[in-house]
């Protein structure tokens, strides 16, 4: 059906005060003016006289995290918090709704932001929750901290031994120990695998209500179309557009990791092959590696070191060699490559990794935060078209 909207003010380029009315067919805008002769308007089959009202472009999000934006909002939340003792009463107040052996999670607390300069210890949360499994994320989601529970559960030893780490497949500068004894304190790898314990317990039921729940936030602040980077996510996208309860456009990014049993008895479509729906309401194209961390936890991978001298270059989340590996596959599957990278060492691994796959001006390979760039990198992200996003 083609719609006309007039006597309004639409918005081209960079000013609404050029054009009075524009119209469309379903997703397709057919033409904007000023001036509405009779004769356009006839060939419309319904016409909304907006008095004046103003018409914006549909916003869309580029990094918006459905599903757990969906959690947050019911997750407690720590982003008031000053002081460790004021994280510790709210998990102790939470604690006391929570039942042994199901999950406490917390979000957005801020070392730099807490008079002590640092989160509380594992000890500290024992203390008011014992017998549930705590996870409270730092704001960049890249760092968290646990109690002794949540420690043990994964695997993690309390007593430092750098051998059990390794069997977990983590690298030992993602466990905070100080002399000795575990803090409590996750980093990148550890933080993930606590994340992947944790989203166990989660159902499908869960998933598909948290990820309606964000997608309604989103759709309350004015976005038409997201794209998220979520887990276990297209079945339940899928499901939602099969019963037409997509509000917005959805282009989906999946995690690598959701790539990795891949065979070729495997369906053609997510997480095997990418995917769109014929209207793009759904659309799954795009693999996200992860090279680094993030630079308020420190875990940045940086070719120079933090000038704070405590953390050294950062965290590079692979081998090169791996890293190769890994975008390779992905690339060869059909992919589209989104790579988180921060530090201008991660930047570097993820063009060297992109260069090796042999990827591309017209794969678009997108780079994603680019917080911390050298001039040398820039001519190289323009010879394979790479995004700085």
């Known amino acids: 059906m083609k719609t006309l909207l007039k006597n309004g003010r639409v918005w081209v380029d960079n000013s609404a005060d050029d054009h009075t009315w524009v119209g469309f067919e379903d997703s397709t805008i057919l033409a904007v003016g000023d001036q509405l002769s009779s004769d356009v308007e006839a060939q419309y089959d319904h016409v909304v006289d907006l008095a004046g009202k103003l018409v914006l472009p549909g916003l869309q999000d580029s990094h918006l995290h459905i599903l757990m934006l969906g959690e947050m909002l019911e997750s407690l939340n720590l982003s008031t918090s000053t002081t460790v003792a004021s994280i510790v009463q709210q998990v102790e107040a939470r604690a006391a709704s929570v039942a042994t052996d199901t999950w406490l999670v917390g979000i957005h607390w801020d070392h730099e932001k807490l008079a002590e300069g640092r989160p509380p210890t594992r000890q500290e949360l ?54 000795g004894v575990a ?25 598909e209500r948290c990820i309606k729940r964000g997608l309604d936030e989103a ?26 309860e997509l509000p917005i456009r959805v ?9 990795e049993d891949w065979t070729d008895d495997k369906p053609a479509e997510p997480p095997y092959k990418a995917s769109s729906t014929e209207d793009d309401m759904l659309r799954c194209q795009r693999i996200k590696l992860f090279a680094d961390g993030s630079l308020g936890a420190s875990t940045a991978a940086l070719r120079l070191p933090y000038r704070c001298g405590m953390h050294g270059h950062g965290i590079l989340n692979h081998t090169q060699e791996t890293f190769n590996s890994l975008v390779q596959r992905s690339h060869q599957a059909g992919f589209q490559l989104e790579i988180h990278v921060i530090g201008d060492a991660a930047a570097e691994a993820a063009l060297v990794a992109l260069e090796s796959a042999l990827v591309s ?22 010879r394979i078209g790479a995004i700085a996003n």
Do not use: F
């Not at 803090?183 to 998933?207: F, H, M, N, V």
């Open 183 to 207: 803090t409590g304190l996750l980093k990148e790898e550890a933080t993930y695998l606590a994340r992947t314990a944790q989203s166990k317990q989660i159902t499908i039921g869960d998933r």
């Open 126 to 179: 024992d203390a008011v929750c014992p017998n549930a499994y705590v996870l409270l994320y730092r704001s960049c989601y890249h760092v968290a901290v646990v109690n002794t529970k949540t420690l043990k559960l994964l695997g993690i030893p309390v007593n430092e031994d750098p051998a059990a780490l390794n069997a977990l497949g983590i690298a030992e500068s993602t466990v905070e120990y100080k002399d």
């Open 361 to 382: 001006i017209e794969d678009r390979p997108i780079l994603t935060h680019c917080q911390v760039l050298g001039q040398d990198l820039m001519p190289r992200m323009a």
């Open 219 to 244: 759709l309350q602040c004015g976005l038409t179309a997201v794209q998220p980077n979520d887990e276990q996510a297209w079945g339940v996208y899928k499901g939602l557009y099969a019963r037409n």
């Open 251 to 259: 282009h989906l990014t999946q995690p690598y990791k959701e790539l």
